[in-house]
C-alpha cells in the first residue's frame, strides 16, 4: 500500500546557505488529512533537484501549535527589536563591560 502526501499548501525558503548548498523551508501540507507544518532541511542532489532531508520538524498545525508557535516568534521577534535598541543607546556602555 503506497501512501502519499497531498500537494504543498504553502513552501518559503527562509534560510539558505551557499557554501553547504543547502536550504532551511517552511512548508504546509495535507497527509491523511491533517494539516502539518514543516521546518525541514532540504539538499541538492546529484540531479541538481532540492530534495528533503531527515533533518526537521513537523507537527499538526492545530490551533494550540499554531498560538504558540506566533506566540514563540513575536517574542523572538520583540527581543531582536529590543537589542538593538539597547545596542544603539548603549553601545559605549556595553563594549565597556564585556
Same mark, same amino acid.
Do not use: C
Given at each position: 500500500?503506497? +501512501?502519499?502526501?497531498? /500537494?504543498?499548501?504553502?513552501? &518559503? =525558503? +527562509?534560510?539558505?546557505? /551557499? ?5 532551511? &523551508? ?5 497527509? &491523511?488529512? =491533517?494539516?502539518? $507544518?514543516?521546518? &525541514?532541511?532540504?539538499? $541538492? ?6 530534495? /528533503? ?6 507537527? /499538526? =498545525? ?10 514563540? $516568534?513575536?517574542? =523572538?521577534?520583540? $527581543? ?16 565597556? +563591560?564585556?
Amino acid at each position: 500500500m503506497e +501512501i502519499h502526501e497531498e /500537494p504543498t499548501v504553502y513552501e &518559503r =525558503i +527562509i534560510h539558505y546557505d /551557499p557554501v553547504k548548498d543547502h536550504q532551511v &523551508r517552511l512548508t504546509l501540507n495535507t497527509f &491523511r488529512g =491533517i494539516e502539518y $507544518l514543516h521546518l &525541514r532541511k532540504y539538499y $541538492l542532489d546529484f540531479d541538481e533537484t532540492w530534495k /528533503p532531508s531527515n533533518e526537521g520538524v513537523a507537527m /499538526p =498545525i492545530d490551533l494550540h501549535n499554531s498560538k504558540e508557535l506566533f506566540s514563540g $516568534l513575536v517574542e =523572538i521577534l520583540s $527581543l531582536a527589536e529590543s537589542q538593538d535598541v539597547i545596542k544603539e543607546h548603549f553601545a559605549e556602555l556595553i563594549k565597556d +563591560i564585556y
